[in-house]
């Protein structure tokens, strides 16, 4: 069951990284974090899934990283345009 819900969510990671990689300027950040929200997603239902609880602790990193990755992300951005 949860195998499913995680090949349901490959459409949208696709999109994500298209939109990362083609998209404009501005946008891209938003692509990324929503990259970021999907895949901590696919890492709690893998944990479920697997019954491996240490995937928990990879999403959890990964979302408490995200927001600030990006806001360093942004300021060079801005600071080399």
Partial sequence: ?????????????????????RGVLRTRPLAIQFLSTLVAIVF?????AMQQPSYIDLALTLTLLGLPGMLVYAFYLERWL
């Fill in 1 to 21: 069951m949860y195998w499913i819900a995680i090949i349901a969510l490959l459409p949208p990671i696709v999109a994500g990284v298209v939109a990362a990689r």
């Fill in 44 to 48: 709690v239902l893998m944990s479920l």
